[in-house]
């Protein structure tokens, strides 16, 4: 199947500070992306869509200044937390939809692991 | 997209093999059943999908009943690989493409 890769995969960051995670496809050419979190054991909360060459929709709930998306190219799309506190602390991943598949498949990331001190 | 209800875990024998139940009882015309597993600390990824015929690929088997009220996915010969949260996805795909995932059921293999 195809590849989603996120970098990086764990970081560590004071509280205040901007973390930005990438999302890539590594062997398609992704129109959409979609960013979830996800707390300890609990499930994945999608937080927003992710469209190449137009803006996020963001999920009820999810702040769009403090979650910054950007989808600049067909196989990158970027999440900027903002002046990130303790409990942004998360597992944040990204999937990617090939538009050339029949259905809904959708190939997830690894995820990358959020530590705000 | 319709709701899912499935158990919260499940234990399988390794070898043997694992059919978790999902409950999809206000499934649409034109909603997919979607399965995808989430092992701990990774993504998820996707198994299988079905819309009302039964479904096998490599990993698994899908067993979607008549009134398509629920579904089944079989594992045919588990391993302590297969350990993972499952989940059961319903929707409609086209212009919705947002999965929404619920609480899963995990399952143990056991040696």
């Known amino acids: 199947g195809a590849v989603v890769s996120q970098h990086p995969s764990w970081v560590i960051c004071k509280s205040g500070t901007s973390v930005k995670i990438e999302c890539r496809s590594l062997?398609?050419?992704?129109?959409?992306m979609f960013w979830y979190r996800q707390f300890p054991k609990q499930s994945l909360m999608l937080m927003a869509t992710?469209?190449?060459?137009?803006?996020?929709?963001?999920e009820q709930g999810v702040e769009k200044d403090k979650f910054l998306i950007n989808h600049a190219s067909l196989t990158l799309s970027t999440l900027t937390v903002t002046s990130a506190h303790p409990e942004d602390s998360s597992f944040y991943i990204c999937s990617a939809r090939d538009p050339l598949a029949g259905y809904n498949e959708q190939f997830f990331g690894p995820g990358t692991r959020l530590t705000v001190l | 997209d319709a709701k899912t209800t499935q158990p919260p875990s499940m234990d399988c024998a390794e070898g043997r093999a694992a059919n978790l139940p999902c409950n999809h009882s206000t499934i649409s015309g034109n909603e997919y059943v979607y399965w995808y597993r989430q092992i701990h600390s990774q993504g998820p990824q996707y198994i299988i999908h079905?819309?009302?015929n039964n479904e096998t690929n490599e990993m698994a088997s899908l067993i979607i009943t008549e009134d398509r009220k629920s579904s089944t996915l079989i594992l045919p010969h588990a391993t302590l690989r297969d350990t993972a949260v499952y989940y059961c996805i319903v929707n409609s795909g086209g212009s919705n493409y947002k999965l929404t995932f619920g609480k899963g059921t995990l399952l143990t293999v056991n040696p």
């Open positions: 992710s469209n190449e060459g137009s803006k996020a929709t963001y």
């Open positions: 062997d398609f050419q992704a129109t959409t």
């Open positions: 079905g819309l009302k």
